[in-house]
């Protein structure tokens, strides 16, 4: 098959416009090619702007519980109930062993001496939106990171320090990498919120976005 | 109910949902089920059916949102893609061809807050302004596979031409798409055309 043709299918793909043959077959040839799954990135994109061009309609009210129950019915074959109430910990305990394995340090203490001198002042905080956590000690804390990609160019990551509705610059950084540690550069009192934010190159005073990863309250 | 979850960004909701929340998964709901059921009323042209495309949509954010991976793109394509793929399973299972236009809509009262409502405006006339510059063989093989749900080769058929020029307009229509629609998230004043 030309480029041509493959690039053909990529629309019809991204329209869901193939044979149900064809699109099997293409999702083959996806697995193995680089620039068509940029391609279809993008022209999914745009296939789903198509979307916003139909005017929006009001579903039947009971539409949105009848979806809740049945998710409810289901989740449990897939997911221990009640996971945060276990996932904290071992949330926490991933990401260090995660920068352990890796030789990192946080502070100037090794995470092995974290864990083992003062295991009772260390928390974790489970993040939303990357995997790792927030990793709190006293009234400071660490980001740590895993499987963020790399900050496009001219852009950084900056961490924000959110409290009581305000946010505060907490350090930029470039991503990357299998697990990073970031310490935060502000103090993280009891009930404030990490979050992190893709900005300009150098960084910004406030975010001008929302934020992509954020934390539990520590 | 107040949403507890409005200002986090699409994808942090979703990880929500990989976490088995359900608050986040009505929050999604809340976000786009009333864009979803458009879409998939334009396409089924049933009511009843648009329901089970949504409901099996968002069933289907919920199975996967552990697999959604944020680097790859935007929480609201991949949500709008379930949406429609179910959409466009759901006419082809049930035979539905219908291409004349719809019923008058029901009313297109959003739930959400007002200007996330001014927001779908703004965003549904800068579409429609994009895919009105498009030419007509181009809008009309988009048009057609996308909200009627037609594949290539119906499309070819349907329309009496190879099947190698429906693919192609599909493609240089949907670039063409693409380039104004990134084109004008950029300009700074709107487009006269």
């Known amino acids: 098959m030309g480029d041509d043709a493959v690039h053909d299918l990529t629309a019809a793909y991204a329209l869901d416009a193939l044979e149900a043959e064809d699109a099997r077959g293409y999702e083959q040839h996806l697995a193995g090619c680089d620039r068509c799954r940029e391609e279809l990135a993008s022209l999914q994109a745009t296939a789903g702007a198509l979307a916003y061009a139909i005017e929006p309609a009001r579903p039947p009210a009971a539409l949105r519980g009848r979806i809740l129950e049945a998710a409810r019915a289901e989740r449990p074959n897939v997911v221990p109930l009640r996971p945060r109430s276990w996932s904290r910990p071992l949330a926490a305990a991933a990401a260090l062993a995660a920068c352990a394995v890796a030789g990192l340090a946080v502070w100037n203490l090794s995470l092995h001496d974290q864990l083992g001198r003062a295991k009772e002042a260390l928390r974790g905080v489970p993040l939303t939106g990357a995997n790792g956590s927030v990793v709190v000690a006293g009234g400071s804390g660490a980001l740590v990171v895993s499987d963020l990609a790399p900050a496009p160019a001219g852009k950084t990551y900056e961490a924000w320090v959110i409290r009581d509705g305000r946010a505060s610059a907490a350090g930029t950084f470039g991503g990357g990498g299998r697990t990073i540690v970031i310490r935060l550069t502000r103090p993280l009192p009891a009930g404030a919120v990490v979050a992190v934010t893709l900005e300009r190159a150098g960084g910004v005073s406030q975010p001008t976005r929302k934020p992509f990863i954020t934390s539990d309250p520590v | ?193």
């Open chain 2, 1 to 193: 109910m107040p949403r507890a979850l409005a200002h986090l960004s699409d994808e942090a909701v979703v990880a929500l949902c990989a976490r088995s929340d359900e608050v986040a998964l009505g929050e999604l709901y809340d976000r786009f089920g009333a864009l979803a059921y458009g879409l998939a009323r334009r396409t089924l042209r049933d009511d009843a059916l648009a329901e089970d495309a949504v409901q099996e949509a968002f069933l289907a954010i919920w199975r996967g949102a552990a697999r959604f991976v944020p680097e790859r793109g935007k929480a609201s394509t991949w949500i709008l893609t379930l949406v429609h793929r179910r959409a466009v399973d759901l006419v082809r299972r049930e035979q539905r061809r219908r291409t004349e236009a719809l019923p008058d809509s029901v009313p297109a009262a959003v739930t959400g807050a007002a200007d996330d409502e001014l927001w779908l405006r703004l965003e549904r006339e800068r579409v429609q302004s994009a895919l009105a510059q498009l030419p007509d063989p181009q809008r009309e093989a988009i048009e057609l596979a996308y909200y009627g749900g037609f594949t290539q080769s119906e499309l070819a058929e349907r329309l009496g031409e190879p099947i190698g020029t429906i693919k192609s307009r599909m493609f240089t229509g949907l670039a063409r798409l693409r380039d104004l629609l990134e084109g004008e998230a950029w300009a700074t004043t709107p487009s006269t055309t």
